[in-house]
């Protein structure tokens, strides 16, 4: 989604801002800008389209120590180079960058051109550079507070004004904004992956909080203008986090790395003397575990899906009640919230609006929220009473890998931490810790075989317009998922189906044009999926099965056209393991197809957006 970019210092600030961009670009843009402030006063640069469209209208020399840059993803208004940010006033004096939405934009538009105001692009945020322009207050900092005071809405905003030209002025409601702080120089952005070439110490505002930036130091304070004297926390993300380290893709990077980031998720949460996990940041005390009777998990996308995998697992191994729903559809519904019930909300980026607003919705109404969260100091993970971090590192590609089985994972300690509370034995316990420890060497395998996975997907679904996903119980969850995968970075147009409901509509479409990946682990459910396998097969529909080793047992291989095996785990640990492949399946699919795999058309790393 949208990035923003600052910087005040000594230094030249164009190629700084470039560079940060250059880090946000990850998170889906269609235009991107810069501002800086110069001698003669403000210069624009605005270009529709990915960055070196920019960087071919620059001059050589761009001077100016103090700037603010922009990638936008269009909401209100077409990618044009006139919607572009950042957006100025009339007589070009202040400049703005914005994430978020004006929502009273119409009106406020309405009435400044009522006074007269020209207006030089459709969208939202020019309001903002009018309405501070034309405050009469005396510094850059009133005139922003002044005008933010009208806005209703969402906005992370960064302000130069020529006027005023060793200053940034920042705010953030609703919208990431991060400051940097620097040796005689200040940076912001909306992501710390921005800032991490600079320096790791970082200052995350809160909503309703601005910040007064200038080369020896910053201040924060609320826009009701209460100093709040906020202090620099270190961060420990390296640059080289961001690299693609030799692969192709970021997407390939992040699939590879799963094995270690499922260690990491799993350092030091493991406890062997009473074969349990332990989980420090639930704040939740077993007094107050034994006191839930029944769990709803909330998220957007695959952060839902992994919810929805989570939920079996918590389910099947705690027998408390427990599901998942897309965190939008749940805060608009007017949900009931109960005090015995627990809900814990799933995101990569900590960010993202929706999931957001639920936290807000069931913490306002009494409820207690846990995080499953990856970004750390995010603004989810800092609003939720508690929670478990991936610690999955940076996703940087758009589509998510590794987060989603850090998730699952997430899920599958906190399911063993609440079952060793209640119900299950500590030989189960030790059983599910082995199980585990054994993840990593496990997925290691599975990638381990990738060039025949990568055959299958470009022998079975790049050549394809449509195709089916199903599984049953959890391994539906995965179907979910891996035709997500393979929509968003293939656009291959693919839907999932509980395999029991194919007969119940689908099958109309199933043909030899129309293959169908199906997860059918080794499980209860199997003499079930077996018949879903025949049906299947009598229309002539390829099949590719995603199952385990059968070695006296042939009846999946046996009916599928192609059979990708995946090492056993305990059973409620198996999806852990059986995404894997579709993740790669998708992969190969769209590097077959020269799709744009990092960056998906239409789509956003984080969506701060409703
Ligand atoms: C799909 C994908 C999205 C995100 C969703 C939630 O590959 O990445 O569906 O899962 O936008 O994002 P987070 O987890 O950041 O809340």
């Known amino acids: 989604m949208c990035g923003i970019v600052g910087y005040v210092g000594r230094q030249q600030a164009a190629p700084i801002l470039l560079s940060g961009l250059r880090r946000l670009e990850y998170r889906g843009y269609d235009s991107a800008g810069l501002a800086l402030v110069g001698k003669g006063g403000l210069k624009l640069y605005k270009a529709e389209g990915k960055l070196a469209q920019l960087e071919k209208i620059l001059p050589k020399r761009l001077p100016g120590v103090v700037g603010v840059g922009h990638t936008r993803w269009a909401t209100h208004g077409e990618p044009t180079d006139a919607n572009a940010h950042p957006h100025c006033d009339p007589e070009g004096r202040v400049a703005i960058v914005h994430n978020g939405i004006v929502e009273n ?10 006074d007269g105001h020209v207006f030089a692009s459709e969208t939202d945020s ?18 922003v507070r002044e005008a933010l005071l009208v806005i209703e809405g969402t906005y992370g905003i960064a302000v130069v004004d020529w006027e005023q030209p060793g200053q940034l002025v920042v705010a953030r409601n609703g919208s990431p904004v991060i400051l940097g702080v620097g040796d005689k120089e200040m940076f912001v952005a909306s992501d710390v992956s921005a800032l991490v070439r600079y320096t790791r110490q970082v200052v995350h505002l809160d909503d309703r909080e601005m910040a007064v930036l200038a080369p020896d130091g910053f201040r924060t304070l609320t826009l009701d203008d209460q100093p709040t004297d906020k202090q620099p926390l270190t961060v420990s993300l390296s640059s080289e986090s961001f690299d693609k380290g030799g692969f192709e893709h970021f997407l ?46 909330l998220g957007c996308g695959s952060a839902y899906y992994a919810g929805l995998v989570g939920a079996h697992m918590i389910e099947t191994l705690t027998r408390v009640p427990c599901d998942a729903e897309p965190a939008a559809e749940f805060r608009y519904r007017n949900p009931v919230i109960e005090k015995d019930v627990l809900y814990i909300v799933v995101s990569q980026s900590g960010e993202t609006f929706d999931t957001l607003a639920a936290v807000q919705e069931v913490q306002r109404k009494g409820g207690r929220v846990l995080g499953v969260v990856n970004a750390v100091g995010s603004t989810i993970a800092r609003q939720c009473d508690g929670g478990i971090y991936l610690h999955a590192g940076p996703e940087v590609s758009v589509a998510s890998t590794k987060t989603f089985t850090c998730s699952v994972l997430a899920f599958a300690l906190f399911a063993l931490h609440l079952g060793r509370v209640r119900d ?45 996903y199903i599984g049953r119980a959890s391994s539906y969850a995965l179907a979910l998922e891996g035709a997500q995968k393979l929509k968003e970075i293939s656009y291959i147009h693919a839907e999932a189906y509980p395999a029991s409901e194919l007969k119940h509509g689908p099958l109309a479409l199933v043909s030899p044009e129309t293959p169908t990946v199906m997860v059918v682990p080794h499980d209860d459910l199997l003499d079930k999926s077996l018949s879903t396998l025949e049906e299947i097969r009598t229309r002539r529909g390829p099949i590719i099965a995603i199952t385990h080793p059968g070695a006296d047992d042939r009846r999946v291989a046996d009916r599928a056209d192609a059979v ?22 998708a992969y190969h699919a769209a590097v077959a197809l020269g799709r744009d795999i990092d960056q998906p058309r239409n789509l956003a790393k984080s969506v701060t957006v409703e």
């Open 424 to 468: 299950i034995s500590p030989g189960v316990g030790r059983r599910l810790i082995d199980a585990l420890l054994a993840l990593p060497d496990q997925m290691r395998e599975i990638l381990a075989g990738e060039a025949a996975i990568a055959e299958i997907a470009r022998e079975f679904l790049a050549p394809r317009s449509n195709a089916f």
């Open 126 to 143: 020019e309001v903002i550079a009018h309405l501070i322009a034309s405050s009469s207050k005396a510094t850059l900092e009133q005139r």
């Open 105 to 114: 934009s119409v009106e406020l538009r309405a009435r400044l051109q009522a």
């Open 564 to 585: 990708i095996e995946v090492p056993r785990s305990e059973s409620v640990l198996d999806p852990l393991l059986l995404n894997l492949p579709l993740q790669l399946l």
């Open 252 to 297: 390939h990077k992040e699939i590879h790395e799963q094995p270690d980031a499922c260690s990491r998720t799993l350092r030091g949460r493991l406890d062997r003397q009473f074969n349990t996990a332990k989980l420090g940041g639930l704040e939740l005390a077993p007094r107050d575990l034994l006191d839930i009777r029944r769990i709803r998990i």
